[in-house]
């Protein structure tokens, strides 16, 4: 019996140690946002930062605003689209949000 178990944690550690591993390929760069999602962000930076500072935001991250200025604007594009759409933000809060964002991000 005793055999036959230690056959078997033998057998698991070689198959475990066989299998081949994911590899960690780097994500590809940020692409900055296309003419077409450019133009759409119209927005105004001043409605974007009372939006930045109201409930909708700060709901679920408090007073933690400064980050934004620390990261470039493509960094920040799809992560902001996603949390406007969790916020339930409308299109023109959406586009305020994204013109404040623009304007504060990290140049």
């Known amino acids: 019996m005793k055999k036959t178990i230690l056959a078997m944690a033998i057998l ?4 475990v140690a066989c299998t081949p591993k994911a590899s960690k390929t780097p994500a590809p760069p ?9 133009a759409a962000i119209t927005g105004s930076v001043e ?6 500072a109201s409930a909708k935001c700060t709901k ?3 007073d933690e605003t400064g980050h934004v200025p620390k990261h470039t604007f493509a960094e920040q594009d799809k992560l902001m689209q996603a949390m406007a759409k969790k916020a339930k933000l409308s299109e023109q809060e959406t586009a305020d949000l994204m013109a404040y964002v623009k304007a504060k991000a990290k140049q």
């Open 60 to 62: 679920c991250h408090g």
């Open 12 to 15: 698991a550690s070689v198959v």
């Open 30 to 38: 940020a692409t900055p946002p296309t003419p077409e999602v450019a």
């Open 47 to 52: 409605a974007g930062g009372v939006i930045m």
